[in-house]
């Protein structure tokens, strides 16, 4: 006697392979599609232009590079040659995030966000919590937390 509650599911095809771009090509697209000079790159990852022009040509794979810095400079690559402003990811997600890092990182409250972008703590409090905000206030809202995170992150040059 058979399981009548055993399912079995066949599949005739194999399901497509799905290949993701290499880091090369991502390279490539961030040069050319996005229009990232390369002495761009070569400040944003501190690796040399001439290896950046290299490794585009398949002439070197950056293997005299410590892996950590040659990882975290593809990496950084890679997200401008997919492009950011994808339909993927909306705008107002990204901002959440980075609104939630700089509360976890650094202790900023909503309130404090908000007083730095001119709007209320109620309008800062409610787009973290993923209610409607007037255009304005999201707009005030993303350029102060954006100028506000790019000040914390420029310490560096202290």
Do not use: C, W
């Not at 944003?44 to 892996?67: C, V």
């Not at 309008?123 to 995170?149: H, N, P, W």
């Amino acid at each position: 006697m058979k399981d009548p509650d055993k399912r079995i599911i066949d599949f005739e095809d194999e399901l497509p392979s799905i290949a993701a771009p290499s880091d090369r090509s991502l390279l490539n697209e961030a040069v050319e599609t996005y229009k990232i000079p390369l002495e761009t790159l070569e400040k944003l990852t501190g690796i040399g232009r001439i290896d950046l022009e290299a490794y585009a040509s398949g002439d070197s794979d950056l293997d005299h590079l410590e892996a950590g810095h040659r990882s975290s400079a593809l990496g950084l690559i890679a997200f401008l040659g997919m492009g950011i402003n994808t339909p993927a990811i909306l705008p107002e997600d990204r901002l959440r995030v980075i609104m939630n890092g700089l509360t976890e990182q650094f202790g900023l409250t909503p309130e404090t966000l908000a007083l730095h972008s001119g709007v209320e703590p109620s309008d800062a409090e409610r787009f973290l919590a993923g209610r409607r905000v007037a255009a304005e206030k999201r707009f005030k809202l993303s350029v102060g937390v954006l100028f506000l995170y790019f000040l914390i992150y420029r310490r560096n040059d202290l």
